[in-house]
């Protein structure tokens, strides 16, 4: 037995060490094996990628031979900016004309000779009933309306500078005027006091309103200090004073302007900033011409004269609207490489903010100075809701009745305000006033307002000397205290609709078409049709707002004022970009996206993608869909598109993917336009409704694109 086992044992050890070697062979074949495969791998991977970079140049070469060819259609297609800006400028002429022939009443606000004998005959005029005062205000509200609709709407070769310094300083001799016809009507009031006498406290009070101003007044006729706080029941508005003031011959005016007249200039003519200097004829001479280094430019701008403050602020987007010119030298003919384009852009960037030297150095003051964070920066919060001027007046001798006669003791002084604190005893402390303020129903304040005073010395609003705030979330309103009298406004963050979480421009007719913005608050729907657009629904949390200001029909520059003064901010300023974390797009290929999106939406539907975020600066990434009928756009119809100025693609990813890549659709090719990208994939009927789309409507498509900035700001 002993024999035996040591026997298995020697046989059991060659048998190992057979089965080691074997081992080793196969591990050996399998490493061959693997590095072979991986051989092969690699060829055949060198190999598509080379068949992939061939495929690439002959694709890129095409797109170089047809370029040209491309270009001059789009050309001409582009062509309809320039009717549009022309169809314009005669309709203006038009209306000038128009309005001269009709010998109506009103002055043309344009001719200085024609307003400012306006401004002296109603100066002169001594009727200060408060009816008739309001009337005429509304005719001067219209009048600042026109002159700032020029402002902001007006292309650069069709306005002076002389002409926009002349436009502004009406528009605030105008707004001067009004508050001092208020002013006027105001003490015409309270001299007459006691024909509105409350008959349970004794004293006057009186609530006058229209659409555009509501006057709360109230006149402490009887001096009693258990009346000294009050709500106008017709407005909601309240007080509370200081016992002091409860037995003085005082009188409180809340006078709540629907509209800001108290914000500088530039804040109220707030045009559609930059972008648009991409297709003014300046900027294809800029680009033609070698341009000057920016140091240069600004030596250059800074020996420019000074220009009103106001002006400058206006300026930037005014004097860069469409001009395209009329002859071959459309701006994508400009055969640059990219950098070249964005390099010459950025210089031109400069360009255009120093186009206004007084006021670059004074926004730069400006910041500077918005270190004291009692100062509201009116880049990020601007005033909704109009102004509520909250005055204390002195009591103006009152109406005696003496058998038939009525006396009353006349002083030529005008309104005097009533001093409080009193000004003898500064280091004394003075209890503070109590105001409530009912908030507007034509406006949503989307977050609790920011509640600012204006200094008229600084020419800023300040968050100082206001304190103990309490918000009616139930009854809208705002209580708070005030250390003295002052000028109020409600503020509200600019950017709180932005960035936007979703838009999409669909086609719905033939030269009508429908834009979605949807942002955390709020989703907007803007009609477009011809040469107008109509905002068609505000619903915040399911419910319709805005009624009154819906279902009518505007240009797009009044649409954004409409909105804003709603406090529905979707129109970027020029410096948003500080305020809102953007997708930065360069300029190049965000205007010429806006451009060529508006020229082919008379058939395409475009949207918002989550991979415009992914797919870098230099270039844009939405939806797209030929769309023909007005029902909405199915899920499955649409495809991705990419583009950065110069060449088009269509993406291989749909909305859904796991990762972004730039891979092409397949059997799809490079294009220089967006134009010629769609064409590939779309119907004769589709080309046919972009070929014979109305100039107007693709014209306000564009500025709504401009306004609203989708592609950077969502």
């Known amino acids: 037995a002993n024999i035996k086992s040591s026997g298995k044992k020697k046989v059991s050890k060659a048998e190992r060490l057979r089965l080691q070697k074997e081992e080793e062979e196969r591990r050996l074949k399998e490493e061959e094996e693997a590095q072979f495969q991986a051989q092969q791998e690699e060829t055949a991977r060198l190999e598509k990628e080379r068949i992939e970079q061939e495929q690439m140049e002959k694709l890129e070469a095409k797109d170089r031979e047809r370029r040209e060819s491309e270009l001059s259609e789009l050309h001409s297609l582009e062509q309809k900016f320039f009717s549009a800006q022309q169809w314009k400028m005669d309709y203006r002429a038009y209306a000038k004309w128009e309005h001269y022939l009709s010998c109506d009443e009103s002055p043309d606000p344009t001719v200085l000779q024609e307003i400012n004998t306006f401004m002296s005959l109603w100066r002169e005029d001594q009727n200060e009933d408060i009816q008739l005062v309001m009337e005429k205000g509304e005719q001067v509200l219209n009048l600042i309306e026109k002159l700032q609709f020029l402002l902001l709407d007006t292309t650069p070769n069709e306005i002076t500078e002389k002409e926009t310094v002349q436009y502004q300083e009406s528009i605030l001799e105008l707004q001067k005027l009004l508050h001092?016809?208020?002013?006027?009507?105001?003490?015409?009031?309270?001299?007459?006091?006691?024909?509105?006498?409350?008959?349970?406290?004794?004293?006057m009070q009186a609530v006058i309103k229209n659409k555009n101003v509501t006057f709360c007044i109230w006149a402490n006729l009887k001096k009693k200090v258990r009346f000294k706080n009050h709500v106008f029941c017709d407005a909601q508005h309240g007080f509370d004073l200081p016992k002091s003031l409860a037995v003085s011959s005082v009188a409180v005016r809340v006078l709540h302007t629907h509209y800001d007249h108290v914000s500088p200039l530039w804040l109220q003519c707030q045009s559609v900033p930059k972008l648009e200097v991409l297709d003014s004829k300046e900027l294809i001479q800029h680009l033609k011409d070698n341009v000057e280094e920016p140091e240069e430019k600004e030596e250059k701008a800074r020996e420019e004269p000074n220009m009103p403050a106001e002006e400058a602020a206006c300026s930037d987007g005014r004097k860069s609207s469409i001009s395209f010119k009329e002859n071959s030298n459309s701006i994508a003919d400009i055969n640059e490489t990219e950098e070249e384009i964005e390099k010459k852009l950025e210089i031109l960037d400069i360009a255009s903010q120093v186009q206004a030297p007084l006021t670059q150095e004074e926004m730069n003051g400006k910041e500077e100075v918005i270190t004291d964070e009692n100062i509201v920066d009116l880049q990020q919060f601007v005033p909704v809701g109009g102004v509520y001027r909250v005055d204390a007046l002195q009591l103006p001798p009152q109406v005696k009745q003496i058998k038939d006669w009525s006396m009353v003791e006349v002083r030529d002084v005008g309104l005097e305000a009533y001093p409080y604190p009193p000004e003898e005893a500064e280091d004394a402390t003075h209890p503070p006033i109590q105001i409530t303020l009912k908030l507007s129903d034509n406006v949503l304040y989307f977050e609790d307002p920011v509640i600012a005073r204006w200094d008229p010395a600084g020419q800023q609003w300040r968050t100082d000397g206001i304190s103990n705030i309490t918000y009616g979330t139930q009854e809208k309103s705002i209580t708070f205290e005030m250390g003295a009298f002052y000028t109020i406004a409600l503020l509200q963050d600019a950017h709180l609709n932005m960035p936007y979480q979703a838009w999409e421009l669909r086609p719905t007719g033939m030269d009508e078409a429908l834009l979605t913005v949807t942002t955390v608050f709020a989703t907007i729907q803007i009609q477009i049709k011809g040469n107008q657009c109509m905002l068609s629904s505000v619903v915040v949390e399911e419910k319709d707002v805005l009624s009154h200001v819906t279902g009518k029909?505007?240009?797009?520059?009044?649409?954004?004022?409409?909105?804003?003064?709603?406090?529905?901010?979707?129109?970027?300023g020029q410096c948003s970009h500080k305020y809102v974390s953007a997708n930065k797009k360069a300029p190049l290929a965000e205007a010429r996206a806006y451009q060529q999106m508006a020229l082919v939406a008379s058939a395409f539907a475009f949207a918002w993608s989550k991979w415009n975020g992914e797919a870098g600066h230099k270039q844009v990434v939405f939806k797209v869909s030929e769309h023909l009928k007005a029902d909405s756009v199915k899920d499955k119809d649409w495809s991705l598109y990419m583009f950065n100025g110069q060449k088009a693609q269509k993406l291989k990813i749909t909305e859904t993917s796991e990762a972004f890549s730039e891979e092409l659709e397949e059997d799809s090719e490079f294009h220089s336009t967006l134009y010629h990208m769609l064409k590939d994939f779309a119907s004769k009927e589709a080309i046919d409704k972009v070929e014979t789309a109305s100039f107007l409507f693709i014209d306000v498509v564009y500025q709504l694109l401009l306004a609203t900035r989708l592609l950077t700001y969502s």
């Open 553 to 572: 029909w505007r240009s797009p520059a009044d649409l954004r004022a409409v909105l804003k003064k709603a406090g529905v901010n979707i129109f970027p």
């Open 180 to 203: 001092q016809k208020y002013d006027g009507a105001t003490e015409h009031l309270l001299k007459t006091a006691n024909m509105y006498e409350d008959p349970e406290t004794g004293n």
